[in-house]
């Protein structure tokens, strides 16, 4: 046992419970979760050689609403020299309940910009215009036919 303890040492890359970046939620109720380590990402090493120790991150980019704390977004990847060593498991850190969708979303102004914001205004203002007219040709109408009065 002191032969693997005087040549051999843990290196912690990172601890348990480490966030280690964000993941875009699409029709969330917010924009992203911060992800975590499901357990420590360390690997026992040569003593003199923690420096050959790298790891890789891997997240998915864009995650659909709704997701659950524990829900795997990604892992984080050990090599060492010779190959990798260790795969840890990166979860999300909290629920990000889904949204209800609406006539105009985030998603579609983004996805469509600002010329379908000013057509959607366009529209609806063309509409309340054709509404008015339509109200003014009726007033009109009953003045000619004697039936409007002036009421208050």
Request: with cysteine; hydrophobic share 40%.
């Amino acid at each position: 046992m002191d032969y693997g303890f005087n040549r051999y040492t843990k290196k912690i890359l990172l601890p348990q419970g480490a966030i280690c970046g964000i993941v875009q939620v699409k029709n969330g109720s917010k924009d992203y979760v911060q992800v975590k380590t499901a357990e420590a990402v360390c690997s026992v090493v040569l003593k003199g050689q923690e420096k050959n120790l790298n790891s890789e991150k891997k997240l998915e980019s864009a995650v659909k609403a709704p997701v659950k704390q524990g829900q795997k977004l990604g892992e984080v990847l050990v090599y060492n020299n010779q190959g990798l060593l260790r795969k840890v498991n990166l979860l999300a850190s909290q629920d990000v309940p889904a949204t209800n969708p609406s006539i105009i979303s985030k998603d579609s102004l983004t996805a469509y910009g600002f010329p379908a914001l000013l057509a959607i205004i366009a529209i609806i203002l063309y509409l309340a215009h054709i509404s008015r007219t339509q109200y003014k040709i009726g007033i009109i109408k009953k003045k000619q036919d004697g039936k409007y009065h002036n009421r208050r």
